[in-house]
C-alpha cells in the first residue's frame, strides 16, 4: 500500500479534492509572490536583472511539483462530483487571472515592444513596419524596451491594429497594459468555452471534460504566457480552438475564416487552411455547390486580409518593408532548438531561413496525411508541432500556446503534465534543447522508480 492510499484512507474520501483544492492554492500563492516580490513596479521586465532570475527560478520549480500534484489528485479524483472539481478550477482561475492584472510582465518585453510600434502608428503615423523601436527612444513607453530596438514590427496587421487602438485609447503604459490584459483574457476564456462545447461533440464524459478543463484552468504556463507576459500567441490558441470546434459543427466556412484571422496575428495558422476546406469537399461530396462554397471561403479569406493590410500600404509593401525574411534568417541559436532542428542544422548544411522551408514542407506532408486519414483533431496540432520540433531555430515556449489546448484532447493528463512542466522554465531560465533531455529523462527515472516500489511490494493474499 502506497503512502497516498495510506494518507487518502486514514483522512478519508475527500483526500483527493483536498489535494487538488491545495495544488490550486499553491499555484495561486506563488503567483502571488511573483506579484509582490519579483515583478518590478517600473515596467521593466524582472528577467532582464541577474539578482531576480534565481528567483524567476525558484517559482518555476514550485509550480512544476505543483502541477505533478494538480495532475495526480485529478487523476484519482473519481467519487467526487465533477461539478465541484470544476467549480475549484474555475474559483482558481479567477483568482490567477485577478492576479495578473497587478503584476507586470515578468519574462518578456514583447508587449512593450509592440504597444511602442502600435503608439508610433496611432499618434504619429510611422508605419510600424518601417519603423524601429530606436526612433521612439524618447518616448515614455520606450524604456522597458532593452532588446530588440532596430526590430520593426513582425506580427500580422490585425495584431498592430490592436496594438495601435490600445495606444488611441491610453494615455498610460499602465492603462495599455490593463486593456491588452482584458484582451487576452476574453481570448483565454473564449477559447475554454469552445473547448468544453468540442469535447461534448466529441462524445467525452463529464468528469473527462472536467479534467481536462481544470488542468488547463489551472495551467501555470498558459497563465504566465498569456495573462503575466501578453503574448499574442494566446490568440492563435483562439483562433485553433474555435476554427476546430467549427470543423466539429461542419460549419466549414466559419472553420477556415477563423484560421485566415488567426493567421493576420502570426502567420502560421494559414498553414491549415486547407483543412476545413478539404474536409468540407470530403464530408459533402465535390459538387458544384461545395466547389463554389470553397472558393467562397477562400476569396471572403483573401479579403480580410487584403482589407486588414491596406492601412500599411498593402500586403507587399508591408513584407517588403518590414525585411522579415532577412530577420527569421538571422534569428536562431542551437542551443535554443528542440531536438528535431538541432539535428537538421547539425548534419544538413542548412541555413535557418532553409530551415523553415523544410520546416513548411514538412508541416504541409503532415497535414495531407492527417486529412486523408481523416484525423481531425491531429490535422490541428500534428503539422505545427512538426514544425516546432524540427524546423524552429528559435524554440520559444510561448509557441506551444497553440496547441496546448488541443493536444489535451487527445493526451493524457500525464502528457500534459510532462509538456507543462517542460514549457514553464523555458526558454528563459533552462534552454529548451537542456530541458528537452531533461524532462524525457526525469519521467523515466521517476517511472522506474514507481513500477521499484510497485514491484517490492508483496501482492494481496488471496481470501479461502
Not at 130 to 154: F, G, H, N, Q, S
Request: with cysteine; glycine share 8%.
Amino acid at each position: 500500500m502506497t503512502y497516498w492510499s495510506v494518507a487518502k484512507k486514514t483522512v478519508g474520501a475527500s483526500f483527493d479534492l483536498v489535494v487538488f483544492a491545495g495544488a490550486a492554492l499553491g499555484i495561486l500563492a506563488l503567483f502571488l509572490y511573483q506579484a509582490l516580490a519579483i515583478a518590478r513596479t517600473d515596467f521593466y521586465v524582472a528577467h532582464h536583472f541577474s539578482t531576480l532570475i534565481p528567483a524567476l527560478g525558484f517559482v518555476s520549480v514550485l509550480l512544476c511539483g505543483c502541477v505533478i500534484i494538480l495532475g495526480e489528485s485529478l487523476r484519482r479524483l473519481r467519487e467526487v462530483s465533477a461539478r465541484r472539481v470544476l467549480a475549484i478550477a474555475l474559483l482558481g482561475f479567477a483568482g490567477l487571472a485577478l492576479l495578473t492584472f497587478f503584476t507586470h510582465p515578468t519574462r518578456s518585453q514583447d508587449i512593450y515592444h509592440s504597444l511602442l510600434l502600435g503608439k508610433g502608428a496611432a499618434l504619429h503615423g510611422w508605419n510600424p513596419y518601417a519603423t524601429t523601436p530606436e526612433v521612439l527612444k524618447d518616448d515614455p513607453w520606450a524604456y522597458p524596451v532593452l532588446a530588440w530596438r532596430d526590430i520593426p514590427m513582425t506580427y500580422g496587421p490585425l495584431w498592430t491594429l490592436e496594438m495601435m487602438l490600445i495606444a488611441a485609447l491610453c494615455t498610460s503604459l499602465e492603462a495599455a497594459l490593463l486593456l491588452a490584459r482584458l484582451v487576452m483574457l476574453a481570448a483565454l476564456v473564449g477559447a475554454g468555452f469552445a473547448l468544453w462545447r468540442s469535447l461534448g461533440h466529441m462524445g467525452r464524459s463529464a468528469r473527462e471534460q472536467t479534467g481536462i478543463l481544470s488542468l488547463l484552468a489551472l495551467n501555470p504556463f498558459l497563465i504566465q504566457a498569456a495573462l503575466v507576459d501578453l503574448h499574442n500567441d494566446v490568440l492563435i490558441l483562439a483562433g485553433l480552438t474555435w476554427s476546430y470546434l467549427f470543423l466539429l459543427e461542419r460549419r466549414y466556412a466559419a472553420s477556415a475564416l477563423a484560421l485566415v484571422v488567426a493567421g493576420l496575428v502570426k502567420y502560421v495558422t494559414w498553414l491549415l487552411v486547407p483543412v476545413p476546406l478539404w474536409f468540407l469537399l470530403r464530408d459533402r461530396g465535390i459538387s458544384l455547390k461545395t466547389v463554389r462554397a470553397a472558393g467562397g471561403s477562400l476569396v471572403a479569406g483573401a479579403g480580410v486580409v487584403w482589407l486588414t493590410y491596406l492601412p500599411f500600404g498593402g500586403v507587399v509593401s508591408a513584407f517588403r518593408s518590414s525585411e522579415l525574411a532577412e530577420f527569421l534568417d538571422q534569428l536562431g541559436m542551437r542551443s535554443q532548438c528542440l531536438p528535431g532542428a538541432f539535428l537538421l542544422l547539425e548534419t544538413l548544411p542548412l541555413s535557418h531561413g532553409n530551415l523553415r522551408t523544410l520546416g513548411v514542407g514538412l508541416a504541409t506532408v503532415t497535414l495531407a496525411g492527417c486529412c486523408w486519414r481523416d484525423r481531425r483533431l491531429q490535422a490541428f496540432t500534428w503539422p505545427l508541432a512538426a514544425l516546432l520540433f524540427f524546423a524552429t531555430p528559435w524554440f520559444q515556449s510561448w509557441y506551444a500556446l497553440w496547441i496546448l489546448p488541443l493536444l489535451a484532447l487527445e493526451w493524457s493528463q500525464a502528457s500534459v503534465v510532462l509538456l507543462t512542466i517542460f514549457l514553464v522554465p523555458t526558454p528563459e531560465l533552462v534552454a529548451p534543447l537542456t530541458m528537452s533531455v531533461a524532462v524525457p529523462a526525469g519521467a523515466f527515472y521517476v517511472s522506474g522508480m514507481r513500477r521499484l516500489v510497485r514491484g517490492a511490494t508483496p501482492p494481496p493474499v488471496p481470501h479461502p
